[in-house]
């Protein structure tokens, strides 16, 4: 076989150029920290990487989803706390009414008080967070009570329109499961419990000593109620918070299984690239010695 200059000169050239691809594909590692940049540097590698960080997306969504929980359910809790003290506070007022010595100055004045607090409650039924009701069941955008539309149906006791809405607010917490986010309004902020304070402000100003001590386990009842539901709450709130824990340690695990897929090695890259430079040196001169003068060199 004969071998020419032109074919010494072709074989040198094309050598070079992949030893400049091989470079530029160390420098392309380093500069992006990533081993591949396209799929077609290694199909299988980008399949895995997709997956892995599909299953990473996945992780953060449910963890996102955990922070609105944390929104509602905390909102909720602090909400039915405050709820919790008002109602303590009426069967306060109700405890010292119905002491025989009270005239009905004093009632009227105490049926004020009890006034306020049924206000207190309501402002309580109608709280929003994230511009979203909280307490009316799935409903998010109407308020559970409306003072504006007083003397309802008579099905209803309470003076003003309240909400019986129960619906739940589901949240998926992981994959394929979801849990309550919102209490049951109508156990907490039900129209009978501002019927029952309004009735008892309607006797303190009547001075009907008579219904204070009834109005007494009425109460009572309803502070139960309150006292059930956030207990209730706070079971969802600690599971909730096992949740977290597990999603963290996922996603500790699927971003290290992601890294170990798709990042460089950048020492070993940067020894690769150390290596292919001087290879690529002694290719070049190499190639200087291939490419002799010819004879119209001489006869120049």
Do not use: C
């Amino acid at each position: 076989m004969r071998v020419t200059q032109g074919m010494l000169t072709n074989n040198m050239l094309r050598h070079l150029s992949n030893s400049y691809d091989r470079m530029g594909k160390y420098q392309e590692q380093l500069s992006t920290g990533k081993k591949i940049n396209r799929p077609s540097d290694n199909p299988v590698v980008a399949m895995k990487g997709m997956n892995y960080r599909t299953q990473l997306n996945e992780v953060q969504q449910f963890q996102r989803n955990l922070g609105e929980m944390h929104n509602w359910m905390e909102n909720s809790d602090s909400a039915m706390d405050k709820a919790t003290q008002a109602m303590q506070r009426v069967r306060e007022l109700t405890v010292q009414a119905s002491n025989g010595t009270y005239d009905q100055g004093q009632r009227e004045n105490i049926a004020k008080e009890i006034g306020q607090l049924k206000d207190h409650m309501i402002d309580i039924a109608n709280t929003k967070v994230n511009n979203k009701y909280i307490f009316n069941g799935n409903d998010t955008l109407n308020a559970p009570v409306d003072v504006s539309e007083e003397n309802p149906p008579a099905a209803d006791p309470s003076p003003f329109k309240v909400s019986d809405n129960s619906g739940e607010v589901m949240i998926e917490i992981s994959k394929g499961n979801s849990l309550k986010a919102n209490i049951d309004p109508t156990k907490v902020f039900s129209g009978q419990l501002f019927a029952d304070l309004q009735g008892l402000e309607n006797a303190l100003k009547g001075n009907d000593e008579s219904k204070l001590n009834g109005y007494l386990d009425i109460i009572d009842d309803h502070i139960n109620n309150i006292v059930d539901e956030r207990a209730d709450l706070g079971a969802r709130m600690n599971r909730i918070e096992l949740v977290e824990d597990r999603l963290a340690q996922q996603e500790i695990t699927a971003t290290r299984i992601l890294s170990e897929n798709e990042d460089a090695d950048i020492e070993k890259v940067i020894t690769e690239l150390k290596t292919q430079e001087s290879v690529h040196r002694a290719a070049l001169g190499v190639g200087a010695r291939i490419i002799q003068p010819t004879l119209m060199d001489f006869l120049r």
